[in-house]
């Protein structure tokens, strides 16, 4: 009997110290997902984007989930067509003669970030053209701004030297692209962009 409850006392220690351990490692995991959200010492952050397919739609929501960012996702006040050749002619119509779509809605405060992300696919190796009315609509002068792209291969072409241009008293990074079969899922580039993104803002 003495030899029974010794045995049923040490499977009981075993869960115990089982117990502590997954706790342990769980409290490890918290606070790595805390140290990439804390990247640029306590500034506030938000993801601006623009999506047609969803692939944008879901590189900034893998980005707003890994930092703690807010989100404003840039919607037409006009919708542009399901018809991906018909939408290639009126972006290339709106490229050609500079057009400034018109988007619905607008951020809150934008004084109170310090880091945008901007995100939008690569149409005829340019951002979108409502992405020049978001950045004709606000001035992020001493923000920090943090591109990302997704194309099938365009990459992310002159887009951040035309954002430059647009916000040329702010600090705008590299930027990220991420390729069209790789933006359905893309949480391992995303959380590998954010760490050279901490290391490339903690040089300029």
């Known amino acids: 009997m003495k030899k029974m409850l010794s045995v ?21 995991r918290k606070e790595t997902d805390n140290d990439k959200s804390s990247f640029a010492d306590g500034s506030k952050a938000l993801v601006v984007y623009f999506s047609w397919s969803g692939n944008t739609e879901n590189v900034a929501n893998a980005i707003a989930e890994q930092t703690g960012a807010d989100v404003f996702e840039i919607v037409p006040e006009e919708a542009y067509i399901d018809d991906y050749d018909v939408l290639l002619d009126i972006a290339s119509e709106e490229k050609e003669s500079n057009a ?3 988007i ?4 809150e ?15 005829w190796s340019d951002m979108p053209m409502i992405l020049y009315t978001f950045f004709d ?5 001493g923000k920090t701004i ?31 692209h991420i390729g069209s079969s790789s933006a359905s899922d893309p949480d391992q580039d995303v959380s590998d962009w954010l760490d050279s993104f901490v290391e490339e803002a903690k040089n300029e």
């Open 137 to 141: 609509s606000y001035d992020l002068s």
């Open 104 to 107: 619905a809605g607008s951020v």
């Open 8 to 28: 049923i006392m040490v499977g009981i220690l075993a869960l115990l110290l089982a117990g502590c351990g997954r706790k342990e490692t769980d409290n490890s």
């Open 146 to 176: 943090a591109p990302f792209c997704t194309s099938g291969g365009s990459g992310l072409s002159n887009t951040v030297n035309s954002i430059k241009e647009l916000e040329p008293d702010a600090n705008v990074l590299e930027g990220f």
């Open 109 to 123: 405060n934008m004084a109170q970030y310090d880091v945008i992300y901007v995100g939008y696919p690569n149409w």
């Open 100 to 102: 400034r779509p018109a």
